[in-house]
C-alpha cells in the first residue's frame, strides 16, 4: 500500500480480555515503531524493530504486552487481560532508516477502549 | 534519553508567524532534532529535521544555537489549517546506535485563529 496501515481502526473490548492490533509498514521499510497516546496526551514509545536486530522492548508497560515482527513487514502487538488503563490510541510508525525522520510515516492508529 | 519541553498551549491569528521552542537541555552529541506535526485523529507527520544552525524547507524553519540545548520551530504566516499539535524530538541518527526509542513530549497545541 502507500501508507502504514492499522487495523483495526477501532476495538472495544472487554476488560481481562485479549486483543491484536495490527501494523502494515510502507513495503522495504525496515524501522518498525509502536506508540500509543492517551487521551490529550502525547506518544509514548513501546517498542522498535529495527531489520533482523533484537527489538527494543524497554518502552512496553508490563508484561501483558508483546509484539512481533514477521518476515520483517507486518507487525501485531498484542495486550493480554486487557485493562481500562490500556484504552488509547495506538499508533505504528516505519521509516527505511532510524532514527524518525522524513522518509517516517506513522499510520492513521488503532483506537482501543477497554470497557 | 534527552528530554524535551515545550510550552503546552500557543494561539496565533492567520498569517502571523509562529515560533515555538522546545528545550533540550542534555541532548548528546549525535542526537538530531526533529519536529512532527500531529492533527486530531492522525498520526503525526515529519515536519523538518537539523542537528545545528538553521534548516529552512517548505512548510518551517528550524533554529537551533551553537550550544543546541534548544530549539525554535518557525511557521511562516499560519493559517486556519496549522492549527494542530506541534512536537519535538529529540534521537541519535546513527543507524546502529542503541536507544532509538525516540520520546514524544507532550506537544504544544497550536490554535490558529480567523
Known amino acids: 500500500g502507500a501508507g502504514v496501515s492499522q487495523s483495526p481502526s477501532n476495538k472495544v473490548t472487554e476488560k481481562g480480555k485479549d486483543v491484536e492490533l495490527r501494523c502494515d509498514p510502507i513495503?522495504?521499510?525496515?524501522?518498525l515503531y509502536w506508540y500509543r497516546q492517551s487521551l490529550g496526551q502525547g506518544l509514548e514509545f513501546l517498542i522498535y524493530?529495527?531489520?533482523?536486530?533484537?527489538?527494543?522492548k524497554s518502552g512496553l508497560p508490563s508484561d501483558r504486552f508483546s509484539a512481533e515482527r514477521t518476515g520483517g513487514s507486518v507487525s501485531t502487538l498484542t495486550i493480554q487481560r486487557t485493562q481500562q488503563e490500556d484504552s488509547a490510541v495506538y499508533l505504528c510508525?516505519?521509516?527505511?532508516?532510524?532514527?524518525?525522520?522524513?522518509?517516517?510515516?506513522f499510520g492513521q492508529g488503532t483506537r482501543l477502549t477497554v470497557v | 534519553l534527552a528530554k524535551t519541553t515545550q510550552p503546552i498551549s500557543m494561539d496565533s491569528y492567520e498569517g502571523q508567524e509562529v515560533n515555538i521552542t522546545c528545550s533540550h537541555n542534555?541532548?548528546?552529541?549525535?542526537?538530531?532534532i526533529t519536529w512532527y506535526q500531529q492533527f486530531p485523529s492522525q498520526g503525526p507527520r515529519f515536519i523538518i529535521q537539523?542537528?545545528?544552525t538553521k534548516v529552512t524547507n517548505e512548510v518551517a524553519s528550524l533554529f537551533i544555537p551553537a550550544d543546541r540545548k534548544s530549539s525554535t520551530l518557525s511557521l511562516p504566516r499560519v493559517s486556519l489549517s496549522d492549527t494542530a499539535v506541534y512536537y519535538c524530538?529529540?534521537?541519535?541518527?546513527?543507524?546502529?546506535?542503541?536507544?532509538?526509542?525516540?520520546?514524544f513530549g507532550g506537544g504544544t497545541r497550536v490554535l490558529v485563529k480567523p
Open positions: 513495503s522495504g521499510h525496515t524501522a
Open positions: 542534555n541532548i548528546a552529541t549525535n542526537d538530531y
Open positions: 524530538l529529540v534521537g541519535v541518527a546513527k543507524i546502529k546506535a542503541a536507544g532509538n526509542k525516540l520520546t
Open positions: 510508525a516505519s521509516s527505511p532508516r532510524v532514527p524518525l525522520g522524513p522518509e517516517a510515516f
Open positions: 524493530f529495527q531489520g533482523n536486530s533484537a527489538p527494543d
Open positions: 537539523g542537528y545545528k
